[in-house]
């Protein structure tokens, strides 16, 4: 098992910046295998890829948030970012982060083929 845990959310007006975390707990010692992605849900929406960073490629961005997004891992420290700059409000959302471990999953735009999930952080983007 792993657990995820996100941390960093918070009320923030457009234009402005977060940072988030995600700390990963238990089988963490296998870390740096972990393809870790970030996913984001706004209510009354599909869960949406945001950013995917593994030991193998990338990183990854939804076009929504390319060149405005950074995702970043230390896996010394089993943990994964996401700073989020130049926010607007439709990146108002719950932000999770989620772990793929071995075997991967074929399409990792694919929230469904992630194997662990933290319990989401809420972003608020005032205009």
């Known amino acids: 098992q792993v657990q995820l845990v996100e941390s960093g959310g918070g009320l923030v007006q457009a234009g402005g910046s977060l940072r988030l975390s995600c700390t990963a707990s238990?089988?963490?010692?296998?870390?740096?295998?972990?393809?870790m992605a970030w996913f984001r849900q706004a209510p009354g929406q599909e869960r949406e890829f945001v950013a995917m960073?593994?030991?193998?490629?990338?990183?990854y961005y939804g076009d929504p948030v390319k060149g405005r997004f950074t995702i970043s891992r230390d896996n010394a420290e089993n943990t994964v970012y996401l700073q989020m700059d130049s926010l607007k409000p439709e990146d108002t959302a719950s932000y999770y982060c989620?772990?793929?471990?071995?075997?991967?999953?074929?399409?990792?735009?694919?929230?469904?083929?992630?194997?662990?999930w933290g319990q989401g952080t809420q972003v608020t983007v005032s205009s």
């Open positions: 960073n593994s030991w193998s490629g990338g990183p």
């Open positions: 238990g089988r963490a010692s296998r870390f740096s295998s972990y393809l």
């Open positions: 989620a772990a793929d471990i071995p075997p991967y999953g074929r399409n990792f735009y694919d929230w469904s083929e992630y194997d662990y």
